[in-house]
């Protein structure tokens, strides 16, 4: 592994790469246990697959902007680490599968020589930052909300603040009122406005999706730009201390605000702001506002030879932008997957007749930016050659699905078996979906909504049914969720189960019956309000009786052995059982990060370290004893009635602890609160002499 280290240029990724690599050869060694090791390779994108031994990688990639370089590279690396298959997830990341653990570090320096990382792309960090695919190209956007989304990644990225809460966080910015990027369903979801020429967002907080879904509520009707960080910071440093860390099940930040509600939750922001590291920040969006640069190239005349294929395709796959004389190319991915070789020549084509940029999608799919209107037909002929030319882009006909049991550990059922069987449907049956927008079909292998199946028109979750003594793949029948736009959107109803086998026949049937009842052209969801959900369900019910399967329905799709029910450990969130050792061990290196800021006058960065260490220390104590540690904020009220008393400090510890929301954070209090925090721990370890001691 030596030699990738001298090729890193920034010091502190390759800090964080050698930091893995180390922390890889302790856990061979035995001295990491494998829960704290599972929360340390999660926080730098290596995530545990279904198959033993091997690691799914998952690449942070910002609003899912990818430029030919980077592609390359991705596509080098998944060849030389993994078997040259590429996954688009539905936040805009790309996932290679079975990776190596011990190359794991050779592959992250590979892929920083373009500036890609796998930094906090997975684990109780905030996850990537998603975007509207169009942003920057859509007429309808009263600005591009690109430059804001990479700020707020950078911003965010490796902050002390957000390295290990209690859950995930996931943050979205949409460019219109359409709200393509689903604010309603995000920690924290942006949608760009304008209010008297000033730039501005609408700020939705605490949505979320799983097996308890919950439409976000509005924080902020209008913040201008300058304010969208601090807000995050208050709202991120808030979840840090108040959100649930013990049961998995609730940690998320959309418990927090229902439990409190959300003017408790805006009043714990305000209390937040003298400590900010920002009142204001001012983001730089001049990289963004240049003019679009196409290479000088003579047209290449090409022949359609299918007119009629052509014509659909631009009208399903071709989005006009708002820049004249350029249109989007929209690629249907199926199942989010393709390979290395179709990637290379893809990056070539948008790296010589196109502006070098492509965004992945949260459809799983792929939009080219800033096509010349006289390139189209070049274009359609040279992706039809890579099979990309499929018409149907973001239509009914464009399934979303998780992987599912192919690789997931939470994995019920087969999600990408269905699909495929799904859309054979669709396409062979129900053609004129290639074009319909308004209906969308997502699928799921279990509650956690990774395919976002509760926020779908007809959405499927895989689960299993008992069929006797037997056990067979079945699929929960989901109707009635979508996107209102402007932050409103609907939470799916669950219908009915039907076992798996069952699911094309179950589509077909709403479908048809859609059609054959639907008045004056009225929506899919208009339809479906007006029938209601005990319609739908007496609908399907003759597909979800169980007393009669036959052989085949106990065979998932896409597999022909008999179908076993087998869940793991999930590590969507990697809450870890703590070890006292462990514990202080981490007080002791969150000082010494503390002391690291304070030298390169980095004082917030600081205080939160100290901060955190603090925290450690009384929760290693904590455990001990048996107390609750769910909250950081509960940490410190159980250690004051517990050890208040048996540890002196020069305040109550609430006082002591809560220094950081009382002070600015300046020179003078980062070094008094790194002093205060090493004070403590130097306590804290006496206290544990002095017992073990008195207890021999």
Request: aromatic share 10%; proline share 3%.
């Amino acid at each position: 592994m030596q030699s990738f280290r001298s090729e890193i240029e920034n010091p502190i990724v390759a800090k964080d790469i050698i930091d893995l690599e180390k922390k890889i050869s302790l856990f061979y060694e035995g001295k990491i246990d494998e829960e704290r090791f599972r929360s340390l390779r999660l926080a730098r994108g290596v995530y545990g697959q279904r198959q033993f031994g091997v690691q799914m990688i998952r690449i942070k990639l910002p609003y899912g902007k990818v430029t030919s370089e980077q592609l390359h590279r991705i596509a080098k690396v998944s060849d030389e680490y993994s078997r040259g298959r590429l996954h688009i997830t539905t936040r805009q990341d790309i996932q290679i599968h079975h990776v190596s653990l011990d190359r794991t570090p050779e592959l992250w320096a590979e892929l920083e020589k373009n500036d890609i990382t796998l930094r906090e792309a997975c684990g109780n960090a905030v996850r990537n930052v998603t975007a509207s695919e169009t942003a920057g190209i859509d007429p309808n956007e009263p600005f591009d909300v690109s430059p804001y989304a990479q700020a707020v990644f950078e911003f965010f990225l490796r902050n002390p603040i957000c390295q290990e809460m209690g859950r995930k966080f996931k943050i979205s910015f949409s460019g219109t009122d359409e709200d393509t990027a689903l604010s309603f369903m995000h920690d924290l979801g942006f949608i760009a406005k304008l209010k008297d020429g000033k730039r501005g967002f609408k700020i939705l907080l605490a949505g979320g999706l799983g097996s308890q879904a919950r439409l976000a509520d509005v924080l902020y009707e209008f913040i201008s730009v300058d304010k969208i960080i601090p807000i995050t910071e208050a709202v991120l440093r808030v979840f840090d201390r108040y959100g649930e860390r013990s049961k998995r099940a609730r940690a998320r930040l959309k418990f927090l605000v229902k439990e409190i509600g959300l003017d408790a939750f805006k009043t714990l922001i305000e209390e937040e702001q003298k400590a900010l590291s920002h009142t204001t920040f001012k983001i730089d969006t001049s990289n963004f506002d240049t003019e679009i640069t196409i290479p000088e190239i003579e047209i290449p005349s090409v022949e359609i030879e299918d007119r009629t294929a052509y014509d659909l395709w631009k009208k399903t796959n071709v989005i006009l932008q708002k820049q004249a004389g350029f249109s989007a190319i929209g690629i249907k991915i199926p199942l989010g997957d393709f390979y290395t070789d179709k990637a290379r020549l893809l990056a070539n084509l948008i790296k010589k007749y196109a502006a070098n940029e492509l965004r992945l999608t949260l459809r799983q799919n792929i939009l080219i930016h800033h096509v010349k209107n006289e390139l189209l037909p070049f274009f359609y002929v040279e992706l039809n050659k890579l099979g990309f030319a499929e018409s149907g882009y973001n239509s009914t006909l464009d399934i979303t699905s998780c992987p599912g049991t192919d690789t997931c550990n939470l994995g019920i059922a087969s999600s990408t078996g269905i699909s495929r069987e799904l859309e054979n449907v669709l396409r062979n049956e129900f053609p004129k979906y290639a074009n319909n927008k308004e209906i969308t079909i997502k699928i799921s292998g279990c509650m956690n909504a990774c395919g976002q199946h509760t926020m779908a028109q007809i959405g499927f979750q895989g689960m299993s049914i008992k069929s006797g003594n037997l056990v067979a793949p079945a699929l929960q029948v989901l109707l009635g969720g979508g996107v209102l736009g402007d932050g409103k959107g609907r939470i799916a109803n669950k219908v009915i189960k039907i076992p798996s086998k069952r699911g094309p026949e179950a589509l077909r049937t709403i479908l048809n019956n859609f059609e054959a009842n639907l008045i004056n052209k009225e929506t899919f969801l208009n339809y479906y309000d007006r029938q209601g959900e005990i319609y739908f369900y007496n609908l399907l019910k003759p597909l979800a009786d169980s007393s009669n399967l036959t052989q085949t329905d106990f065979i998932d799709w896409g597999t022909e052995e008999t179908y076993a029910k087998a869940v793991g450990v999930g590590e969507c969130a990697g809450v870890v059982i703590d070890l006292v050792a462990t514990l202080l061990f981490e007080s002791e290196e969150k000082i010494n990060y503390a002391s690291e800021a304070l030298k390169l006058n980095q004082y917030s960065d600081s205080i939160y370290y100290s901060y955190t260490s603090i925290v450690n220390t009384a929760k290693a104590l904590l455990i001990t004893e048996g107390k609750k540690t769910n909250t950081q904020a509960g940490i410190i009220t159980q250690f004051e009635e517990t050890f208040g008393n048996e540890i002196e400090l020069t305040s109550s510890f609430s006082e002591f602890v809560y220094q950081i929301k009382t002070n600015k954070p300046s020179q003078e209090f980062a070094q008094k609160y790194v002093s205060d925090a090493k004070l403590f721990y130097e306590k804290v370890n006496q206290f544990r002499t002095k017992t073990a001691t008195n207890e021999v």
